[in-house]
């Protein structure tokens, strides 16, 4: 059984440029979360995807987006990137489990610095 | 939304219990209460999760009164290893978005 991997590890964006992030998901896993850490903070809940579509968003603009695939891998992708969007931003698989269930499988993330 | 409260940071001594005390005043009928563990640079890891009373798994026990206001997550013995930052997290709406603090950060020295 292979956990949640990420890629890239680290990666370093200019300011207006776009990126995507990759995830794919622990086997036997049906969604994934996204979540932005900053440094010294608690990671932020971004958005979740469940049999492909979006499940749930948190305060994030529209200038994030995602993907989930057939194999319930996904992407995060960010356009026109701004300074404080550099952080470490982390997939998490999980069974789409009952209501108030919250056992979630983290990536390593993927650290982004935007200059 | 569930809010959580829990200290800023804890010390304790290699081979001592720690016992980590979260407020959530406003947590829902149906939300669990879990515990997540997070070193440097890495993504944050299941430690356990409970409804109510007590729950213990190899790692640590979890107390839950019977209002659900607060929990404890307890460590027995902990090591140098344990030294990390520790989430208290309770349920937030019909998904499973997971509203993270900022944490404990709990220094173990020798």
């Known amino acids: 059984e292979t956990g949640v991997t990420q890629s890239p590890t680290h990666l370093i964006k200019t300011r207006g440029q776009q990126v995507t992030l990759r995830c794919s998901s622990q086997s036997g896993h049906n969604t994934v979360s996204w979540y932005q850490q900053a440094l010294g903070q608690g990671p932020q809940f971004i958005f979740q995807?469940?049999?492909?579509?979006?499940?749930g968003r948190g305060n994030f603009p529209p200038r994030f987006s995602g993907l989930q695939f057939p194999n319930y891998s996904s992407e995060l992708n960010v356009n026109a990137l701004e300074l404080d969007d550099s952080a470490l931003y982390l997939c998490?698989?999980?069974?789409?489990?009952?209501?108030?269930?919250?056992?979630?499988?983290f990536g390593p993330g993927t650290r982004l610095t935007v200059l | 939304l569930a809010k959580t409260t829990q200290p800023i940071s804890m010390d304790s001594y290699e081979g001592q219990e720690v016992n980590i005390t979260c407020s959530h005043n406003n947590i829902a009928t149906n939300d669990y209460i879990t515990w997540y563990q997070q070193f440097p640079s890495q993504g944050p890891r299941f430690i356990i999760q409970?409804?109510?009373t007590k729950v213990t798994n190899e790692v640590a026990s979890l107390f839950i009164p019977a209002d659900r206001k607060s929990s404890t997550l307890s460590l027995p013995r902990v090591s140098l290893s344990d030294t990390a930052v520790y989430y208290c997290l309770v349920g937030d709406g019909g998904f499973q978005k997971l509203v993270f603090g900022t944490g404990t950060r709990l220094l173990v020295s020798p």
């Open positions: 409970g409804y109510k």
């Open positions: 998490a698989s999980s069974m789409h489990l009952t209501r108030g269930s919250h056992e979630q499988f």
């Open positions: 995807y469940y049999r492909e579509e979006e499940n």
